[in-house]
């Protein structure tokens, strides 16, 4: 009775304290929270919790999210639960910075007004699926994502913390232009009139005039604004030393830096050229490797990328069809096989573009024996394929001759990077100081030199961000746009390439905070099967080619039986009248066709069936081998203390 009893409160008192141990860890870690994830992707990054948590001002997100009209609709029902989950996270993370409201807008009902007023755009199906975020400030300030694609989502912590930090920084950021090149608008000369014609700014200024404050530097500029954050150079071509101590400076204080540094400038056309063979003949390269040998890269001079797995198709002067020329080359994103890719995936500058067009880009490597040192981390954004070669850019100097060059051909067998990112602590190229003034000889009388408002720097406050492009003309719009008339009258830009995005993202990334800068794509939230994905597709492979011998089979014994009935001209009543022989071999046809047909059925069979037994063999590891290794655990202990007890009582 007594054990009964007992047994029975130790029952008892074992739930009792199974129900308060749940209670109280449940009351006291409400908060806690474990990522076991690999790349910790339901973590904020440390520049993302900074943005949320250093934010001036309270930010209200409000996430429009059709819960209901996508349950049970993938991809767009498990990545609108983590956009939210993300959400949350900012939320809780932003010490009540970050305010977040969610909505499901119901199909005709006032949210869904409230939705499509604020710039979002819904998914159509029976009913339109709204999943965009729209974020305000307390000054009335704005910015929205229209829409929230399950593609991009490796770039969703970026988009978000941007978001935060436009509101929180809501004012216009200066951008500085120094360029010899017409790019923003002015006059250039023509080589077929040999006249100056106005030029109006590129597709790429005028994009960025409307984001940011575009100002226009001098080329012999002596010191670059405090206010400008970025810095747009372009074709830094016979820059005098004091205007690249000023850029060297910039860079040191903490100054974000976008070089366009070509080997060979096809838009460089000389305004005093006297005619046209001048103006091919003038120099076309610029140099910045004063600055970037100290930084501890360069420019390969003198030569040009040429790719003939990229090679762009031209049309030459009395060809009638178009010929692939190596000097211009079309570097694509391939996201099925990112090896392949001449576009980095992981990079938020490169990440969402599919395609950008260079001409006669040049190559960007370590400076030979740069060896140990301050020197930065150089981190490609864009390169070639592994056949890509370089070449003279004197083999281009007058016209150049793409049959020519791709008979030259002689595959690489390493990637060329045309453009990346250079980071990292490094000392100033100019330890002397600043340089003297140079004396111009077209104005003897000497300028007053102005003082410098800034102290000199001779090496870097914080790790540089640059990113260095070995190319100018892919900002040219002939390389991306092209202009179409809407109603024969209003023209309109179509873009065929991303290079004007491809700059814009460098300085939208570039602009942000150094936490925004830090905020890198994360891995893939989607954890599919490899293991069963790639068993699978084995599988099928092996099968499909049983199945297309098969068939092939099949349609040859159809073949040969109308060969047959076409061989019997002579009818009776309408039927085709067959020899003994004939109606045999049409017999033994028809069986073997029926044999063949089984035998395809049973090639689909097995397919499915090593499907289904793959599926079930994984159902049986992780739902029967778990409980069984327990089980087995179990057993062992209770045996060990069988064993023990009879020990115990023999002796």
Same mark, same amino acid.
């Given at each position: ?57 309270t930010i209200t997100l409000t996430y429009y999210f059709s819960e209901k009209s ?378 007053? !030199? *102005?003082?410098?408002? $800034? ?5 870097? =406050? /914080?790790? +540089?961000?640059?990113?260095?492009? @070995? ?74 080619? !049983? *199945?297309?011998?098969? $068939? ?5 014994? =159809? /073949?040969? +039986?109308?060969?047959?009935?076409? @061989? ?84």
């Amino acid at each position: 009775m007594n054990r009964s009893f007992n047994a029975l409160l130790a029952i008892v008192i074992l739930i009792a304290l199974f129900l308060g141990i749940n209670i109280l860890v449940g009351q006291g870690v409400r908060r806690a929270r474990v990522d076991l994830t690999q790349d910790k992707l339901f973590t904020l990054s440390d520049g993302a919790r900074n943005i949320a948590r250093n934010s001036d001002d309270t930010i209200t997100l409000t996430y429009y999210f059709s819960e209901k009209s996508v349950a049970g609709v993938e991809p767009y029902n498990t990545y609108g639960k983590r956009v939210r989950e993300l959400l949350e996270e900012f939320s809780r993370q932003s010490n009540g910075k970050v305010l977040l409201q969610v909505v499901d807008p119901a199909p005709y009902s006032e949210d869904e007004d409230r939705a499509t007023a604020a710039g979002l755009v819904p998914l159509q199906g029976r009913d339109p699926i709204f999943m965009g975020l729209v974020g305000k400030n307390t000054t009335d300030g704005v910015q929205v994502i229209p829409a929230l694609d399950p593609s991009e989502e490796r770039f969703l912590e970026y988009n978000v913390s941007k978001l935060i930090y436009q509101l929180s920084n809501p004012k216009k950021k200066a951008v500085g232009l120094i360029s010899p090149l017409n790019i923003a608008g002015g006059f250039v000369l023509n080589p077929q009139t040999q006249r100056p014609e106005q030029k109006r700014p590129s597709q790429v200024i005028t994009e960025l005039r409307q984001l940011y404050e575009v100002r226009e530097l001098g080329v012999d500029s002596t010191e670059i604004p405090a206010d400008i954050e970025v810095l747009l150079l372009v074709h830094p071509k016979d820059f005098k030393d004091q205007t690249l101590y000023a850029i060297d400076q910039f860079v040191l204080r903490g100054g974000r830096l976008i070089a366009l540094v070509d080997p060979y400038c096809e838009t460089d056309i000389p305004m005093n050229a006297r005619n046209q063979m001048e103006a091919m003949l003038a120099p076309k390269a610029s140099n910045l490797n004063k600055l970037l040998n100290a930084w501890g890269v360069e420019i390969v001079d003198s030569r040009f990328i040429g790719d003939l797995k990229r090679a762009v198709n031209v049309n030459q002067p009395g060809q009638r069809e178009a010929v692939p020329y190596i000097g211009w080359v079309d570097m694509r994103m391939d996201k099925e096989k990112p090896a392949d890719s001449n576009l980095v995936s992981g990079d938020l500058i490169t990440g969402n573009l599919n395609r950008i067009v260079f001409a006669t880009a040049g190559s960007i490597q370590d400076k030979p024996g740069r060896g140990e040192g301050s020197w930065v981390t150089v981190t490609p954004l864009v390169q070639s394929t592994d056949e890509a070669m370089l070449i003279d850019t004197a083999k281009i100097g007058m016209m150049p001759d793409p049959k020519k060059l791709i008979a030259e051909y002689v595959p690489g067998k390493s990637r060329l990077t045309i453009a990346a990112r250079l980071t990292g602590p490094v000392k100033t190229a100019f330890p002397a100081g600043k340089p003297a003034a140079t004396p111009d000889p077209n104005n003897p009388v000497e300028k007053k !030199e *102005e003082p410098t408002t $800034q102290p000199a720097l001779t090496e870097s =406050k /914080s790790p +540089i961000n640059v990113v260095l492009i @070995a190319d100018c003309d892919f900002i040219d719009d002939r390389f991306y746009v092209q202009e179409d008339r809407l109603f024969g009258q209003i023209p309109v830009m179509r873009k065929f390439s991303d290079n004007a995005d491809f700059v814009s993202n460098t300085v939208d990334n570039l602009g942000g905070s150094q936490d925004l800068i830090s905020i890198r794509a994360r891995g893939e939230y989607a954890r599919p099967f490899t293991r069963v994905r790639d068993m699978l597709a084995t599988a099928q492979t092996k099968y499909r080619a !049983e *199945e297309d011998a098969l $068939q092939q089979k099949v349609e040859q014994a =159809k /073949s040969k +039986i109308e060969e047959i009935q076409r @061989a019997r001209p002579d009818q009776k009543d309408g039927a085709v009248i067959l020899t003994a022989e004939q109606q045999a071999t049409i017999k033994k046809l028809r069986e073997d066709i029926a044999e063949t047909n089984k035998q395809l059925r049973n090639v689909k069979f097995n397919l499915s069936k090593d499907v289904e037994q793959l599926g079930t063999n994984l159902k049986i590891i992780n739902i029967g081998l778990v409980p069984a290794i327990v089980a087995l655990f179990a057993v062992g202990i209770g045996w060990y203390r069988v064993s023990r007890r009879r020990v115990k009582i023999s002796e």
